[in-house]
């Protein structure tokens, strides 16, 4: 059973250590050091060792020889993301390579003068799309639990490296997120989500993914189905070398049919995507808790 | 449309959506409570509000809403200007 708490794991003392190391060593130096955060990592982090772990032997069926090496890769580019992150951030964007797919259509949907839902996932590296949107960016509103916002916000003050985007922190004891989107929405902006992780375990809707069943939030896929606004899917995944590649996929409009609720169709629309992409890239799967039913 | 016709709209579209007894919905009556609405509800509403009467509700709109009078008063309001 899923059981995220709306924190993400990561010390202070880790997040300084690496954002000092970028930027007086650089990428490559951290990158280095990042082979023994993995070392480190593994014994220490036994939650998510363990559900990556069942995640490589339970889910991609791989042999535990190949599991280990999954684990190692995992974290690995777990932590790799994250320093792009902070390096992207910190304005180094000539470092990296960026490869665009369906980029036209997607385009042609932010131009069209309406809100905009994305949905993305805890794979890749999602977040760091904002910057390269130019004045798109200043449009995007990011939707994330208010405890995982309140360290990032924290985190990135600290250290003076800001970001493009705006943030609609969730809190399930207020209303406010929800107005937040839908007038973000009313002003043509984008709204982002990710659509793989709850903190509400009473508002859920299940889906097979990965050929197993899993819950997710059903609040994303509700606004996106309700909410007459284009959705789009949308992933940057992280190749080598230096390179992300963004994956946009503008979703099929759907309808309340007799046997199915327009939340579950935008639902199993997005697995179907995410899915696909995950499959390419197995060793980005970034959420470490037991995502799936027994 | 009448402020009596524009009330009965709204109950009949509450009713519906939420899948509660109409004689449940009284003016005094708390709209959140008595539809059991939590957050994600609250789309469904403005959903619904700005495909029937086209307008959008705020948050700074919900706020001042407790009962049912008050989501008519706020519905009348708008549909009037």
Known sequence: MADWKGKTRGGSFGYFFFIKLIQYIGVRAAYFFLAFVVVYFIPFAPKATGSTWRYARKTLKLSRLKSVGLLF?????????LIDKIAIGSGMTNKYHFKFENYQEFLDVLNSQQGVIMLGGHIGNW?????????YGKNINIVMYDAEY???KEMLEKNSTGHDYKVIPVNNDTLTHVFQITEALNRHEYVCFQGDRYVNADKLLTATFMGREADFP???FLLASR???PVVF???MR???MTYHYRFTIAQPVARTRDRKPEQAMLEQYVANFEKILREYPEQWFNYYEFWKK | MTNEEI???INNILAEEFEVDKNIIKPDAPLMRTLELDSLDLVDVVVLVEQNFGFNITGEDFAKIRTFQDFYNLVIERTQK
Request: aromatic content about 16%; charged content about 30%; proline content about 8%.
């Open chain 1, 127 to 135: 977040e760091i799309g904002a910057p390269f949107f130019g004045d």
């Open chain 1, 73 to 81: 890769r995992n974290y690995y580019r777990l932590g790799q993301t």
């Open chain 1, 150 to 152: 309140q360290k990032i």
């Open chain 1, 234 to 236: 949308y992933f940057a």
């Open chain 2, 7 to 9: 009330i009965e709209k």
């Open chain 1, 218 to 220: 059903s609040g994303p």
């Open chain 1, 239 to 241: 190749e080598k070398p």
């Open chain 1, 227 to 229: 909410l007459k606004v």
